[in-house]
């Protein structure tokens, strides 16, 4: 990552969350490289809805596991999500709010800016 990431309104990418700390390098921010095969890129504010659909797509994402550091999210939380699972959440009705800012442009290799601006979070 010696380029500065991106966002995918094509300005810095900022941080999604320092607590939980999260993205695939658990740096807070949505960055991303070749090893990151579930592209976590979409900075989204979890909803209930979005975790038990989640859930019931086999990624429990609720539970606990302190074995990799990890406390289990709850409605609120800000979180990288793969790419792909955010659009299954668009295209089933659940798709949590997205922070723009701080959405990694690699996310649009997969969902469309029009998705991602359709499900933006307001931040004040």
Request: proline share 5%; aromatic share 8%.
């Amino acid at each position: 990552m010696t380029d500065q990431a991106l966002n995918v309104l094509g300005t810095p990418l900022v941080a999604c969350s320092y607590d939980p700390l999260t993205g695939y390098y658990r740096d807070g921010c949505c960055n991303t490289d070749h090893n990151d095969h579930g592209s976590h890129v979409v900075c989204a504010k979890v909803t209930q809805a979005f975790l038990d659909f989640s859930v019931s797509r086999g990624n429990d994402l609720v539970t606990p596991r302190p074995e990799f550091r990890f406390a289990g999210l709850k409605a609120g939380d800000r979180w990288c999500l793969c790419a792909r699972r955010w659009l299954e959440a668009f295209e089933a009705g659940v798709a949590p709010p997205v922070v723009l800012a701080a959405t990694h442009r690699k996310a649009l290799e997969i969902v469309t800016i029009e998705q991602l601006q359709a499900c933006a979070l307001v931040v004040s």
